[in-house]
């Protein structure tokens, strides 16, 4: 009975091995889903449309010209109006089988010629798990919907609500 466990056991993590190198040769980002962190570059990068199903950096620009169209600068506080917005990196905690969270680095332009860089952080809205053997559960096909409100919560943090 022992040998049979054993066996199975190497049928297993050969299979997943299998699994692993052919998706590896296929582009899939095998490093992602090992490490549950997808990131790329927006400015040069076209995300792997297994993780993304649309971009969350488009979806928060639309949702920053919407909330500064409204209250004319970001944050509300800003001395300076906003002239340019340029994502410049996201992040993707893909470690949950039901959905991602991103961080969108942004470079936030005034018009008075200064500039600072803000992260900011919301969830998709849909996802699909993927579980294989002896590797972690990820979130995969995540969508990024509509935010509501993006609003400080520290120095360079930013949370933007989904609605």
């Given at each position: 009975m022992k040998y049979i466990g054993k066996g199975l056991?190497?049928?297993?993590?050969?299979?997943?091995l299998l699994v692993a190198i052919a998706a590896f040769q296929a582009g899939f980002p095998v490093a992602a889903v090992a490490n549950r962190v997808y990131t790329y570059d927006p400015r040069r990068d076209q995300p792997n449309q297994l993780i993304v199903e649309n971009r969350p950096?488009?979806?928060?620009?639309?949702?920053?010209?919407?909330?500064?169209?409204?209250?004319?600068?970001?944050?509300?506080?800003a001395t300076a109006r906003i002239v340019n917005l340029e994502p410049t990196r996201v992040e993707l905690q893909i470690g949950t089988d039901w959905h991602a969270v991103a961080y969108v680095s942004m470079l936030l332009r005034y018009d008075d010629g200064t500039e600072r860089q803000e992260m900011f952080e919301f969830q998709s809205l849909n996802s699909e798990g993927f579980d294989?053997?002896?590797?972690?559960?990820?979130a995969l096909h995540n969508t990024f919907g509509r935010l509501t409100t993006c609003r400080k919560i520290t120095a360079i943090k930013s949370y933007c609500s989904v609605g």
């Open positions: 056991l190497a049928v297993v993590i050969s299979a997943t950096e488009t979806v928060l620009i639309a949702a920053l010209q919407k909330q500064i169209a409204r209250d004319g600068t970001y944050p509300q506080d294989l053997p002896l590797l972690p559960d990820v």
